[in-house]
């Protein structure tokens, strides 16, 4: 059974920082891709991010430059490190495998304040 489990978001200003967290089962970390995407309000599910097992990454130009996707392979964890926050980035944070896989995680919700 797939799990993703995301975690790390919270309440932050303009210019903050946080670290996101997705602890996900074997069967999808192992031999994926996986990706940070989130949802805003009204507005589709976008991605932001990803990182092949060898650790090749992609970003969206939306983030590139602020954020950062990292993975630890043998804890079945993918991070992203989020800086510069803006109003923009206010949304729920998801992780999946890249391409996604049809199961979701709740999410985490970030919030940016002006």
């Known amino acids: 059974q797939v799990q993703l489990v995301e975690s790390g978001g919270g309440l932050v200003q303009t210019g903050g920082s946080l670290r996101l967290s997705c602890a996900a089962s074997?069967?999808?970390?192992?031999?994926?891709?996986m990706g940070w995407y989130r949802q805003a309000p009204g507005k589709q599910r976008v991605l932001l991010a990803y990182i092949s097992q060898g650790h090749s990454t992609y970003y969206a130009e939306s983030v590139k430059g602020r954020f950062t996707i990292s993975r630890d392979n043998a804890g079945n964890t993918v991070y992203l490190q989020m800086n510069n926050l803006n109003p923009e980035d206010t949304a729920v944070y998801l992780c999946?495998?890249?391409?996604?896989?049809?199961?979701w995680g709740q999410g985490t919700q970030v919030t940016v304040s002006s």
């Open positions: 999946n495998s890249y391409p996604p896989q049809r199961s």
């Open positions: 074997r069967s999808i970390f192992y031999s994926n891709a």
